[in-house]
């Protein structure tokens, strides 16, 4: 919140605190990236979550909010895919309540995707 209202120094200050309170740059990409989306913070949040999937690519749960990235600007078929890939990477670590969210999630932004498709004139 502080970098939003323009406060960099006060912001700087926080994420030190909380690199150190969660303990891996991989939870602080996440956890940061969370909070950007919290406040419609998409493009910072974007970065995070990609800079989380560059230190360990199969952590379900960043694809997961990255999804939201995606969603958040109607990039339906890159939320899928990320949906995907939380979906899988969740699956291999028996997080079985992600599994299910992102697999949900996933069926509902196809549907989605399916409805938006032009289906032509009905013929008499």
Sequence with gaps: LRERVGDAAGAQRAYEQARGLLGSEL???RARG???LAVNMVDQADADLKAALDLKNDDAASWYLLATVYESRQQITEA????DNASQYAEETRQTELTA???YRMGMLMQQLN?????GAPTP
């Design 27 to 29: 939870d602080f990409l």
């Design 34 to 36: 969370a909070a950007f």
């Design 101 to 103: 969210m992102a697999r």
């Design 115 to 119: 409805f938006a498709q032009p289906t």
């Design 80 to 83: 899928i895919g990320a949906l």
